[in-house]
């Protein structure tokens, strides 16, 4: 269903017929931002460098529609995500909550704190 909805924005790795890897992302339809919606690697792939290549074509195909900012969001107890994102260069935005991770308060609703990463490249 991704696949089809988010057309060339979508990004899928296989090993033979079993998908092991996916980024599904969208460009904003408000600011100059390409989104990644949602990203992942199964669990006996992880570490390979799979979700990094994934969001490298996701940069390259914004960079060849004038497009020089990504977004992603996750949530203050994701530690894995956080991680991750921190490591391809993401920046967190917001202020530090009690456990010293930058969120954006109510970003998802009242009492819902998102991590916010950004990333501009060019």
């Not at 996916?22 to 989104?35: C, K, P, R």
């Amino acid at each position: 269903m991704f696949i089809n909805e988010f057309g060339n924005t979508a990004f899928v790795i296989k090993d033979k017929d079993k998908v092991i890897a996916y980024l599904f992302g969208f460009v904003s339809q408000t600011v100059q931002t390409g989104y990644v919606h949602l990203i992942g690697v199964r669990s006996g792939h992880q570490k390979k460098g799979l979700g990094k290549l994934l969001y490298e074509y996701f940069i390259k195909y914004l960079r060849s529609i004038g497009i020089q900012n990504l977004k992603a969001i996750t949530t203050p107890t994701n530690e894995r995500s956080i991680s991750f994102h921190l490591s391809i260069g993401m920046e967190m935005t917001g202020v530090e909550n009690d456990s010293g991770i930058k969120v954006i308060k109510d970003y998802s609703g009242v009492g819902e704190d998102r991590v916010v990463f950004t990333m501009k490249f060019t």
